[in-house]
């Protein structure tokens, strides 16, 4: 399924970022680094999309691995949720309506990474 949106992307070609004129290479570091790990959030962002929205009755007709559909599908979830929460994993769990500890274990048992956001607390 192709995920469309109205939003476009502001676009000037005569400006240019100021960490790129060469003034502060530190600065132009930390740009890139903040821009390589937004792009890594959307990419996972939009993994999980696909993922939430897939028809897997087209798969089963070539034949799947019933248990790492499922371990796919709950991942996608739990990391849905914990988006959601802004990683605070007692709101993800009342989302999914599961006890906290059973999130925790799923979380262990599958080794999802938890990214605090951007001034949220330390968990």
């Not at 691995?65 to 709950?74: C, H, I, L, T």
């Not at 949720?81 to 979380?107: F, P, V």
Request: charged residues 25%.
């Amino acid at each position: 399924m192709l995920i469309q949106s109205n939003k476009q992307l502001p676009v000037n070609d005569n400006s240019v970022h100021p960490a790129a004129t060469g003034a502060d290479p530190d600065v132009f570091k930390s740009v890139l680094k903040d821009l390589s790990v937004a792009l890594a959030e959307a990419a996972e962002v939009l993994e999980q999309t696909v993922l939430l929205h897939e028809d897997p009755t087209r798969k089963v007709q070539q034949g799947i691995d019933f248990y790492r559909e499922v371990r796919r599908f709950k991942i996608a979830l739990i990391r849905a949720a914990l988006a959601h929460a802004n990683g605070q994993q007692k709101r993800a769990a009342e989302l999914l309506r599961i006890h906290l500890s059973t999130l925790n274990a799923m979380i262990k048992r599958y080794g999802i990474g938890i990214k605090p956001t951007i001034g949220s607390k330390k968990m």
